[in-house]
C-alpha cells in the first residue's frame, strides 16, 4: 500500500497508453493550429485597422473584384483546414478504437453511487474475485473493461489512459485500455450521477506482470480471521454483513465496495479518504458528514465495539 508508485506526469494532456496517445497527439496539433489561426486572424485585423480606406479613394470596381478575391481565397483556405482536422479526427478515432493485441485480462466494472465495484474475470470460476475502486493491471498490456452500472448513468474515465465511456443501467459498454508506464492513475466518475458524483474516484495501479501476479493471487485468497478478532467480526456480521462482503466470513452483502483485502487499498470511499486505521474509523462512525447522501450510514457504535471492529478490520490484508 505504501511503497505504490503514483505516475510522476500524471497531469491534463499527457498520456502513458496507446488507447489514449494518438487524442493527445489531436489535441496538441488542434490547439496549435487554433493559436495559429487566431494569431493569423489579429494580424489580419490589425493590418485592416491600420490601412484605413481613405475617403480619397472611393470604391472601385476593381478595388471591390479584389476584396470578393480575398473572400473566396480566405473561405477556401478554411475550409481545406476544416478538412484536414476532420479527417485527422477520424484517423484518430480508428486509431484507438481497438487493442493494440488480444486483451490478457478482462474486467467488469460497474458503477454505483458513488463507487466502483471492480470484478476480475477468468475462465475458471474459482479465480474470479471482486475489489473495489482500486484497479491492477500488468504494465505494458491491454485489457478490457466492461462497464455496466447498478443504479444511474455514470462514466468512467482514466484521463491519461483512455477516452470516457458511459455506464448505462442494463447496457454493458465495452473499453480498452493500457498502461505503459508503471505508476497508480487517477480516474473519476464523468457523468453527474447525483450528490457526491465529484467523491466517486478510482485508482488504476499499473504494475510488472511479477507484481501483478501476486497482487491477483492475494486478492482470490479469503479472509483469514484470527480468534483474536473473533468479537470484532461478531460485529461486523451483526452491523455490516447486510451490504458488505468479507469472503470467509458469513458476510455476504451485495450492494457495498467488498472488504476481505480491504487494507491492501490505498484509499477509501471513492478517493475520499486515505486509508489510514484513523481515517477508517472517522468514516465508520461518520461516513454521513464526511461523504453526505453516500449509501453507508454513520454507524453508531461504542468505543468498545469501534475498538474490537478496528482491530478486525486491520486484519483484512
Ligand atoms: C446500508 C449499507 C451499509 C452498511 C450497513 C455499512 N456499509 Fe460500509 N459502505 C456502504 C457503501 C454503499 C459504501 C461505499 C460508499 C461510498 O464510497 O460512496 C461503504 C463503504 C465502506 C468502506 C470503504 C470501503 C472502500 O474501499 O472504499 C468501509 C471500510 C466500510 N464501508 C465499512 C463498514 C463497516 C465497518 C460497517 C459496519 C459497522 C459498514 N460499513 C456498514 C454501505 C454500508
Ligand atoms: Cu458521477
Redesign the pocket.
Known sequence: MDDQKIAPLNYFLHSYGPASMPTMYLGWVFVAVLVAIFLVVALLLLWAVLHKRSALYPPTIRREAQGMQCIYIGTGITTCILFAMAIYMLVTLNAVAKPTGAPVLTLTVTG?D??WKVEYEDDDPSRRFVT??EIHIPVGRPLLIKLKSADVIHAFWVPVLAGKTQTIPGLTNRQWLQADVEGSYRGECTQFCGV?HA?MGLEIVAQKEDEFRSWQDAQRKEATISIDVMAGQK??LD??A???TVRGTEAVGA???D?TH?QS?RL???GLLTNTPDH?TQ??THAQQL?PG????S?V?TAAEIGA?SAF?STLN
Open positions: 454505483y458513488w463507487w473495489a475502486n457526491q467523491h460485529i461486523f452491523q455490516c447486510g451490504c458488505h450492494h457495498a465496495p472488504l480491504l487499498r477509501i470511499a471513492g477508517l468514516w465508520i461523504k453516500a449509501r453507508m450510514p454507524m457504535l471492529l478490520l
